[in-house]
T-cell receptor
Framework: GIQVEQSPPDLILQEGANSTLRCNFSDSVNNLQWFHQNPWGQLINLFYIPSGTKQNGRLSATTVATERYSLLYISSSQTTDSGVYFCAVELKRIYNQGGKLIFGQGTELSVKP | DAGVIQSPRHEVTEMGQEVTLRCKPISGHDYLFWYRQTMMRGLELLIYFNNNVPIDDSGMPEDRFSAKMPNASFSTLKIQPSEPRDSAVYFC????????????????FGPGTRLTVL
């Protein structure tokens, strides 16, 4: 089946630092989402980004579908950015299946004050 | 909109008991998904529905698990009998896929139910 690999698995930053998280996937996809799971366990939608680049405040994401990867950029990190960041993809070959997502294992980010 | 609603938020039960988890999707969404999150297996899809009809239940671990969607605004995931290895966080999610221009399959998650089976 499809492989969704995220790197790095863990990341520790000092507040104010920038970081890049990567998501590689092994098959063509219809869409890709980035989520932040906060320390309370909630999954927060960050980006719906099957291709191209989007920005939302200090966060931005880029997906290059033809090369099967996506990047999540966090600039000027804050302690509230701590948590686990997940990449999830919908397989292209089940186009009419309503967005069934396959998750990567996540990147656990810790931002120190 | 209130988002996806799940209840209970926490459930502690003893092995052998029946457990029922509940979900209300976002109004107007016609796809509903049940996921399970564990340390060992991460986030994995259990089952999903389209217009209240189960489409793919290949992720349901065994016959002890069952899910229903009696109407567009309510779904249940039942475990009977429960076992300690069922301990996990169970998430419900919903989406309203739109095809063509502005294609958008974005999926939205509820807060989850943390299940502990003793």
């Amino acid at each position: 089946g499809i492989q969704v690999e995220q790197s790095p698995p863990d990341l520790i930053l000092q507040e104010g630092a920038n970081s890049t998280l990567r998501c590689n996937f092994s098959d063509s996809v219809n869409n890709l989402q980035w989520f932040h799971q906060n320390p309370w366990g909630q999954l927060i939608n960050l980006f719906y980004i099957p291709s191209g680049t989007k920005q939302n405040g200090r966060l931005s994401a880029t997906t290059v579908a033809t090369e099967r990867y996506s990047l999540l950029y966090i600039s000027s990190s804050q302690t509230t950015d701590s948590g686990v960041y997940f990449c999830a993809v919908e397989l292209k070959r089940i186009y009419n299946q309503g967005g069934k997502l396959i998750f990567g294992q996540g990147t656990e980010l810790s931002v120190k004050p | 909109d209130a988002g996806v609603i799940q209840s209970p938020r926490h459930e502690v039960t003893e092995m052998g008991q029946e457990v029922t988890l509940r979900c209300k999707p976002i109004s107007g969404h016609d796809y509903l998904f049940w996921y399970r999150q564990t340390m060992m297996r991460g986030l994995e899809l259990l089952i999903y529905f389209n217009n209240n009809v189960p489409i793919d239940d290949s992720g349901m671990p065994e016959d002890r698990f069952s899910a229903k969607m009696p109407n567009a605004s309510f779904s249940t995931l039942k475990i009977q009998p429960s076992e300690p290895r069922d301990s996990a966080v169970y998430f419900c999610a919903s989406s309203f896929p739109r095809r063509g221009t502005g294609n958008n399959n974005e999926q939205f998650f509820g807060p989850g139910t943390r299940l502990t089976v003793l």
